[in-house]
Structures are given as structure tokens and as C-alpha cells.
């Protein structure tokens, strides 16, 4: 990721409604489907900032891997050094069948090989154990935004089911998120890419004023939390997966 959009990242993931909505969501899944208790190990890997590993540090035993400089000294600071797993998602150095949890959360756009990395998750994981992805969907919301994140793509259904599909993994739930935020989050996409500076202004660095910030993430997490309803498109893809 480019080392800029830690700060970017940094100053909003507390509480602009996408970044704490999806927390919420993956630590749903992990409690109604995955058994979590204080002796579950959990890896978190491609940990970013650390957002989501430090909040589940009160929940479970936490551990987080990454590869970038600027990711690991933060993580350090936060999770403490015996906890932080210097290495890419494509090559643990972690014994077989280990993990419990093992999260991959808006981290397999940004890996070229990620058949690599979902095989290195699935064999870290024990048998039983779940994963929980989330990557973001459609190409045609392809902008700006991905070229600076340094994506190598966008999923949809289709893409994550051939992917995950190569493992035996048991699918919980495999559903588009964001569905109501589609058409927006297309429209604000094609008027950045025309050039105008301020339209250049990513809404994705901007927190909502509540009591909007607040709606938008409640609608968020049900629409992502429900099994019921298969979203025909979405920003993003959800996948909860048990190992067989």
C-alpha cells in the first residue's frame, strides 16, 4: 500500500462508518459461527494499522503479520513485539493448523498471487477453524482509488468463489456488501476520473457527520451480518469460510 495512505487511514478508521462498520461485522461472524473465546488464536494477516487486532485483543489471542515497514512499526506499538509477524501473506512462517481465525481483510486486491495467499491462510488455519475475507467488488468501479492503494484488481462473485473455491473450505457466507451504496460510490468514481482537483477530494479520507456517519454504518453492518438476502452486486465482497 502506498505509505501515504497509513495517515490517511490512520486518522479516520476509528470512526468513519465503513472502517468501524466492517470490525463490527467480521467480529459478528467470528462469535455467532466460529466459537470465539479468550484462548482462540486468531491471525490477522495483511494487518495494516492494526484497528481490528487491537480491538480483539480484549477477546481472543491476537496475532497480526505484514510486510510493510510502515505497517509493522505500528503494529509493534500497538500489539507489542511478540505479537507481530514480520512476512507476506504468501509465505508464513507459521507451523500448519494453527489459527482458529485467521482474517484477511481488504488485503488480497493488493497481493498479485492470491491463490499464494489464500493457500498459505488455509494451511494456517486448523480444521475447523474460519476465515473471514473481504476484498473490494466490480471492476467497474475500478478508479483512482485502486491505482493508489496499488490493487491488482476488483472481485466479483464469480472471481472469489473460482479463488476460494481451489481449497476445502465449508462457505458460510460468500455476498456482496454495499449494495446501497453502489450507484453512489459509481457516480462519485466517474466524476473524480475526470480530472476537476476538487472532485480529486476521496470521500473514503472524509468521516460523515453524525447522525449520518452512525446511519450509514448500522445499515452497513445489517446488510452484511444478514444471510438471507444475496445482494446482487456491491463496493465490496464478503467471504466467512470453515476449514473441512
Known sequence: MNPEEYKNLATVEQNHWYYSGKRKIVSHW????????????????????????????????????????????????????????????????????????????????????????????????????????TVPALMSLWSDWDVTLRHFRRYDRKSLNILVDQYSFQTINLNYMNFWAFPVVWALRRLRGRGNAESKKRAEDKIPRNPFNSLLR???????????????????????????
Open 30 to 133: 467470528m462469535r455467532e459461527f466460529g466459537h470465539l473465546t479468550r484462548d482462540s488464536l486468531l491471525l490477522d494477516c495483511g494487518a495494516g494499522t492494526g484497528a481490528f487486532a487491537a480491538e480483539m485483543q480484549s477477546r481472543c489471542r491476537v496475532f497480526a503479520s505484514d510486510d510493510y515497514a510502515e505497517s509493522l512499526a505500528i503494529l509493534r506499538d500497538r500489539l507489542g513485539e511478540e505479537r507481530v509477524i514480520a512476512a507476506s501473506c504468501t509465505n508464513l512462517p507459521l507451523p500448519d493448523n494453527k489459527f482458529d481465525f485467521v482474517t484477511a481483510l481488504d488485503v488480497l486486491e493488493h497481493i498479485e498471487e492470491d491463490s499464494r495467499a489464500l493457500s498459505e491462510i488455509y494451511r494456517v488455519t486448523k480444521p475447523g477453524g474460519m476465515v473471514i475475507i
Open 218 to 244: 448500522s445499515i452497513f453492518i445489517w446488510s452484511s451480518c444478514q444471510r438471507f438476502i444475496k445482494w446482487p452486486l456491491g463496493v465490496g465482497l464478503l467471504a466467512v469460510l470453515v476449514k473441512k
